[in-house]
């Protein structure tokens, strides 16, 4: 009998140590009032209209400031050299962690409040909506006006969220269209041009084919935002207005359709890997892909990047464009030195520097006009397609506009007996009804 | 008064008291020391705790401006919250026992002392811990530890379901609030879900069903052939045939997806090459669901197999001996003694391999990730399980609360099911028929 009081004694030691654990940091915030909290050690409270540059120039980092920086394995090493050169400036160690692109936003939000995410980490911009809504990112406040006079209007415009501007800007993306020299002198400028060639050069026996793109939201914006239609309204801005099934999309999905004599295949068989594959063995003419890829294809396929082609209505192709920015951890335990980092990562040289090493396009216009790109014959390609790009949306909803648009895209593909006005329709009702429910 | 009395009124009024009375200092000591700390923490951690789990925090966090700088002020972070509550409201279970325990102990003690007989001294209590009560000594750290990192989570994930914790609710900006069964009446009435809901459940089961019957029947009716005595080579077969399950499945699956293309595939291929036409494996709603019964076919019959092959050695030569004598022909031998047999000691695994199949997450996000896409689903594929599309739900659409909801209806499916079914297999009325 005794012993099972022991064994309740060994109980009650660990509920003793559970509650110890449990028990710091909960009774001390009981709603007081965020005035009342001290102003932070580094910037006192700008009482007086005291020169805002001068205030600059005194930003140091807190003393022991010791930073965390997540970044995705492509960019691993050019994060590196960045944090050591920040280190050599302001004498503050960072220590980069690889987190895939990808994982980094969902990470955030649950290791942000934990204490254990990143201080500094990059977003796509069409992540930002949901970490801003949980209160999860700091605003680039101090460093604004410089970062909107440097960078491109898109990539301002991407990394804030109802007129606030969060990001430091780190690249831009869009999709172009890969081509093969060998096979192509010339890239097709029109998508006639495209479907002539395939005439000659498809053999379904030999797999060649002349073209591919894969079958997601994202690709599938030309046949959409060529005939007038749109994501959302107001610039992709404005979630009560989608635009998916305005302007003449039926029409754009039609000549969509058309193209499947000469892609004879269903959409599930296209994948990154095939036509990456196929693209580096010759036997695809044409890839419509992104700067990500063109370390893929540089050693094995002589290739050039040209804009997408025109489409028959005479439109230029509107793709979608990607900016990836670099966020501060709005549970940062070092604000002051995060923020200083990520305005030194996203300078001029530095943007050039990872363009140098991972080939990303940069979002700073001087940087933009910097002979590196302007005379690189993969980036051009790129960059004129780009100014013909819309920002992809980042307002909750996106997510469900997403999901809807890639299964209405596939289906109309594989099943030609799908009526696209019809499913158009539906489309946008999915997603007003999915937007409804939340 | 009796000492027992006496002992266990003492103990009520404060842990430990009873058994110094009963002079056993040195637990007595030991009890009231852990009594005041326990009673310290209660009175002043667990009113916080509770509340916060009730209201699930009143102050999100926000931002200050100071200076040029915006500042985050942190806020009750609802999710924290729950989190705690739930553990102090465990741990005040656990002490609230050790109590009781205590209670016990000083009327047992205090019995023993009315009987004449002198109670154990400290060094004698510990004595007996290591060795009369070894078991409950060894039991209890695994069943604290289970509590905390198996059932409480358990019990968290349930609990969300309960809450509006989705986008666009998403703390620490914002604060979760208990809802009650919304969730649940939006899962069965708003037809966004309900539509997506029945579809997959459907599917879900029909799913489970025929993946655990072809795995099962085919791994029994392999070993059965291996096991027949003209095979030769048997060591050979039995090792050629386990290698896809000695595969991590990650790893066949992802190259299954490949070998599956239709365009491109070696799949394909072959049957180009044969002159056939080709399946759309991947691509076409039902072949779709083919292919994940196949591929999971590929992967589970090999534990089937092994499974039957260890009943098969254990069956009595003098059986078939006897059936022999009776001028039995192997198909008999094989209907009246074999397959009973086999089928008896296996049973259970059917069971086991129909749970796991409801659940098969690998199968079907590795192979398909749940394409092609449906139209009407919301956020889900054609072959999309409901635990696939659990996650999707959780993982990329930050609906945390309807994936909850999910995770309820998928344990009372696979409880339901497993216990229904176990009361009615032999093994478990018949407890005796091999010894």
Known sequence: MAIKKWGSALVCFTLVIMLAACGGGNGDNNGSAPASENASATVPPATESASQAAEEEELVPEPGAKLVVWEAPEQLEYMKEIGAAFEAEYGVPVTVEQVAGGDQGSRLSTDGPSKTAADILTLPHDQIGLAVKAGLLLPNDVFEEETRNANVETAITASSQNGVLYGYPKSVETYAMFYNKDLFPEAPKTWDEIIAFADTFNDTKQKKYTIMWEFVGYYSYPFIASYGGYMFGDNNTNAKDIGLNKGDTVQGFEFLRSLKKILPMNAGDISYDVKTQLFKEGKLALNIDGPWSVAAFKDSVNFGVAPLPKFPNGKDSISFSGVKSYYVNSYTAYPVAARLFAHFASSKENQLKNFELTGAIPANKEAGEDPKIKDDPYVSGFFQQFANSHPMSSVPGTDLAWEALKATFVSLWDDPSLDIKTSLDQMVKNIEDGLAAR | ?435
């Open chain 2, 1 to 435: 008064m009796q000492s027992k009395t006496i002992g266990a009124v003492l103990s009520l009024v404060l842990m430990g008291l009873g058994q110094l009375y009963n002079r056993q200092w040195g637990k007595g000591i030991v009890f009231v020391a852990a009594a005041l700390v326990g009673i310290y923490l209660t009175v002043f951690q667990l009113y916080d705790h509770l509340h916060g789990l009730i209201t699930l925090g009143e102050q999100p966090s926000g931002f200050v401006k100071v200076g040029k700088m915006m500042k985050m002020v942190e806020g009750d972070h609802s999710i924290f919250l729950l989190i705690k509550g739930l553990i102090a409201l465990v741990a005040v279970l656990f002490f609230l026992c050790f109590y009781i325990l205590n209670i016990r102990d000083a009327y047992l003690v205090g019995r023993l002392r009315d009987e004449g007989k002198s109670p154990a001294t400290f060094r004698k209590s510990l004595a007996a811990l290591g060795d009369k009560h070894f078991a409950y000594l060894v039991l209890l750290p695994p069943f604290i530890v289970i509590t905390f990192l198996t059932i409480l989570p358990l019990i968290f994930s349930i609990l969300l379901a309960f809450t509006n914790f989705a986008d666009p609710i998403l703390p620490p900006a914002n604060l979760v609030d208990w809802v009650g069964f919304d969730n649940f009446s939006k899962m069965l009435n708003l037809k966004v879900w309900s539509s997506t809901f029945v579809g997959i459940l459907t599917w879900t089961l029909v799913w489970a069903v025929i993946a655990t019957a072809t795995t099962y029947v085919g791994g029994i009716l392999i070993a059965v052939l291996i096991h027949q005595p003209r095979i030769r080579f048997k060591k050979f077969w039995r090792t050629a045939l386990i290698v896809p399950f000695a595969i991590p499945n990650m790893i066949s699956l992802l190259v299954m997806r490949n070998m599956f293309n239709n365009q491109f595939g070696p799949i394909n291929g072959y049957l180009q090459y044969f002159g056939l036409k080709g399946l759309p494996w991947l691509t076409d709603p039902f072949w779709a669901k083919v292919t994940v019964i196949l591929a999971n076919m590929w992967i589970g019959i090999p534990i089937t197999m092994i499974l039957a092959f260890g009943v098969l050695t254990t069956i009595p030569r003098d059986l078939y001996e006897a059936a022999d004598v009776d001028g039995a022909g192997a198909r008999q031998k094989f209907r009246m003694i074999t397959l009973p047999m086999v089928l008896f000691s296996t049973s259970p695994i059917l069971i086991m391999n129909f749970a796991g199949n409801i659940n098969n997450f690998n199968v079907i996000y590795l192979l398909t990730n749940g394409e092609p896409v449906n139209i009407n689903y919301q956020f889900a594929g054609h072959t999309d399980l409901l635990v696939t599309w659990l996650y999707k739900l959780a993982l990329n659409q930050s609906q945390f609360s309807f994936a909850s909801v999910i995770g309820i209806v998928i344990f009372f499916i696979v409880a339901s099911v497993s216990i229904w079914s176990y009361t009615r297999t032999r093994s478990y009325r018949e407890e005796d028929m091999i010894q």
